[in-house]
RNA sequence: GUGCUCGUGGCUCAACGGAUAGAGCGCUGGACUCCGGAUCCAGAGACUGUGGGUUCAAAUCCCACCGAGCACGCCA
């Protein structure tokens, strides 16, 4: 199959894809008339660095290999058929045996006028539902910085896919049913002890962060001496609850103020209540993938993929988070989710061969579960890469760097990374040098094309789309070739899950508006059809800016 | 030890197997009497960790090695 030819887009607008299904039909057509084509002719059409034209085809290497002949010679005979359409303003050869074609203005300036006259034309339609679950977590501490990457990684994913036309659920998970949560209760207990004066110490592997040490100040206001010194069941109950309750609180605030919203919070516990972990687990017993061995109940995991068979029922009769974790998918299945999308820290890439032999096991077709992992980030203080623990109190906090940068940068700077980076956030940087975050450039260039708009009002120059053939610089075509790329960029982020391509993107839109708007005087009103098309041009960029920092989650204020 | 991820100018990061490896920060020198100088233009700075291999073409794919991170629990 030819990899340019799959029609991903539906619609009435004149897309970059139809300028390359333009050529490569082109193309096919002079093989054609060779009588050489074939299917398995795998060439392709692409965009070429600057100064080689619009478009570029490597369609004479490929033949070369077939023909035992000079790729240039092959380009030239190619090149010799392709001149003799419309539309080519220039056909060339060039470098080993590239072809690259420029189209006319006329053809470029009639796809301005279509994105123009339809705002929209970038997006997709569409109701495919699926979901999406990020930043869950043990909810043991307030979010760091690290969760703050997923955070913002997984929202904007999710504002990406739903531009792309899939009906998108986002949800959170809570592991509020596992040991570590009894460990905080624990640990707060302890705390509160202290707090009155009691001499406890907390567990060994207890969460030492201040934070604990604040709400048990809290908590001893609300309910005085009552616990003290006590501990039995109902009391441990007691503070699991109190805990969670407050990291949960802590959390959404956080999220909020980060501009990160949730359809839905589920909770592991819920799944044992409602018993669909029994459930699970007698359906994976019909099958006989389970067995006993050590006191506990094993799933055979290495009947399905290369790994050691895991636990699902502890020895002690407890479930694994691995146990929970099959029942939790089963569960959105059964909701009628097309395909769902985990974002896992790198600290889990272990977990998936055993989530996805959970999926066969449970006969859940392929390709329903998809991980999506991304790398931490690592911190880096007064010089100094620092790790951050929860568990030892050793973290900076969403909050603080929410704070100190605010909350474009901070969405911006996460979303500008390649989530398989292994990131490094200064943070001395970042506090003092907030207005080196790319995300102001970006932000100034529609700032700058609001004013411009102003500046065109006070001096009576009217936006026209009567004469957009005027802009037929190199930096007009320029232009107008980014502004049809915009939904190849969204897709290409639904396929490899890349935000950072489309912060590379609007970074290169804006620098071309900064470079034109430094070059050319835009608003003129000695020169009305000219300043004219150039205020449509303007428009049509503006369009993409506020669009793209809109699925970012970035504001785009009309001044600075 | 095994598996996964990564290694790109001084720093932080880009680059569907393609042309001269791009930006930003920092550095040097320039640009509004004119729509916002949070901008623009020019310059210096890189044998893409090392060594092989595949290909017309490798930062990208394959193998080995070196280095960093993560995971290898009846933690989550």
Redesign the pocket.
């Known amino acids: 199959m030819l ?1 340019f030819c799959m029609l991903r887009y539906v619609g009435l607008i004149r897309r970059w894809t139809v300028f390359k299904e333009k050529l490569e039909s082109s193309i096919k057509k002079v093989l054609e008339e060779f009588e050489i084509y074939d299917d398995k002719i795998d ?11 619009d478009l ?3 369609v004479a ?2 033949l ?2 077939i023909l035992k002949k000079n ?1 240039r010679e092959i380009a030239n005979t190619i090149c010799d058929r392709l001149s003799m359409e419309a539309d080519y303003s220039r056909v060339e050869v ?7 074609v420029d189209f006319s203005i006329a053809y470029l300036s009639s796809v301005l006028a279509e994105m123009i006259n339809a705002p929209d034309f970038w997006k997709t339609k569409g109701d495919t539902k699926i979901q999406f679950e990020f930043a869950s ?2 909810p043991t501490g307030p979010f760091t910085v690290g969760h703050g990457r997923q955070a913002v990684f997984g929202d904007v994913l999710c504002r990406i896919f739903s531009s792309r036309g899939y009906r998108v659920h986002r949800e959170m998970y809570i ?1 509020d ?5 009894g460990l905080l209760g624990r640990s707060l207990w302890v705390r509160y002890n202290q707090y009155l004066g009691v001499e406890e110490v907390l567990p060994e592997d207890g969460y030492q962060g201040e934070y604990l040490i604040d709400i048990a100040r809290g908590l001893a206001g609300e309910i005085g001496e009552r616990f003290k010194g006590i501990w039995n069941s109902e009391i441990e109950a007691f503070f699991k609850k109190y805990a969670l309750d407050t990291m949960l609180e802590d959390i959404m605030g956080t999220l909020k103020r980060l501009r990160v919203e949730f359809d839905n919070v589920f909770f ?1 516990s819920s799944l044992i209540d409602d018993g669909t972990v029994d459930s699970v687990i007698g359906m994976l017993d019909r099958k006989e993938l389970i067995y006993e ?4 109940r094993w799933l055979k995991v290495s009947s399905f993929v290369e790994d ?1 068979d ?2 699902l029922v ?3 009769g ?5 146990m ?1 974790d099959i029942a939790y998918h089963y569960n959105k299945h059964g909701r009628g989710f097309r395909k769902v999308f985990d974002i896992w ?7 998936i061969p ?1 989530m996805n032999a959970a999926m066969k096991a449970l006969e859940i077709e392929d390709g329903f579960l998809n991980v999506i ?1 991304h ?2 980030v ?1 911190l ?1 203080r007064e010089g100094e890469v620092v ?1 951050m623990s929860t568990r030892r109190g050793e973290f900076t906090t969403l909050d603080e760097l929410v704070e100190a940068v605010g909350v474009d940068s901070t969405r911006y700077f996460f979303a ?11 943070i001395d ?1 970042a506090r003092q ?1 907030s ?4 995300v ?2 970006v ?3 529609n ?2 094309i ?3 708009f ?3 009002k006070e001096k009576n120059v009217e936006t026209s789309r009567d004469s957009l053939e005027l802009l037929d610089s190199q930096e007009d075509r320029r232009i107008i070739k980014l502004l049809t790329i915009f939904p190849e960029i969204l897709d ?1 982020v639904v396929t ?1 899950y ?1 935000t ?2 489309l912060t ?1 993107y609007l ?1 290169d839109l ?2 071309a508006f ?11 009103p000695e020169n009305p059809a000219l ?1 004219g098309a150039r205020l449509a041009l303007c428009d049509a960029i503006q369009n993409i800016l506020k669009n793209g920092l809109e699925l970012l989650g970035v504001e785009a ?4």
């Open positions: 990899c060439f392709k059409v692409e965009i070429p660095p600057e100064g080689f034209g570029s085809t490597n290497f490929i070369s290999r790729p060039a470098g080993p045996g590239f072809i690259n977590a043990n592991n049913a596992g040991r570590q949560i592991e061995s050590e006191g506990a050691d895991k636990v502890r020895s002690n407890s479930n694994t988070y691995f929970t820290g790198a600290d889990h890439m272990g977990h055993r992992v790398q931490y690592n880096k790790k500008m990374f390649d989530p398989d980076t292994h990131m490094l956030f200064d940087l040098r207005n080196d975050n790319p102001f450039y932000q100034y260039a700032a700058r609001s004013n411009v102003r500046t065109a290409s490899d890349r950072n391509r590379s970074e804006s620098r900064h470079g034109y708007y430094n070059k050319n005087i835009i608003v003129d300043s204020p009309d001044s600075m």
